[in-house]
């Protein structure tokens, strides 16, 4: 399930609001992968429905957000585990 979180208008901001370099968030983009664990990047939304959940980067939510992924930057490739039984 993927839920549109933002909108930031160049890939120069995210990485520099996130403290990443700018040729891992295009790369991160163009293959898709997930960044650091638990967010995907893209030039697009996945549905011409998609509305942002926080659209004002002021907001107490939008900061948390860049927060959280400054915070998981130890996060290199996550590993997801599931049970056999239950999924």
Do not use: C, Q
């Amino acid at each position: 399930m993927k839920i549109l979180l933002t909108i930031i208008s160049s890939a120069t901001l995210l990485s520099r609001s996130i403290k990443a370099s700018y040729p891992t968030i295009l790369n991160i983009i163009k293959t898709g992968k997930l960044f650091r664990g638990s967010w995907y990047f893209t030039r697009t939304p996945f549905s011409s429905l998609d509305i942002p959940k926080f659209k004002d980067p002021n907001s107490k939510e939008y900061l948390e957000l860049i927060d959280n992924m400054i915070k998981n930057k130890h996060i290199i490739k996550a590993i997801f585990v599931f049970n056999a039984e239950n999924r």
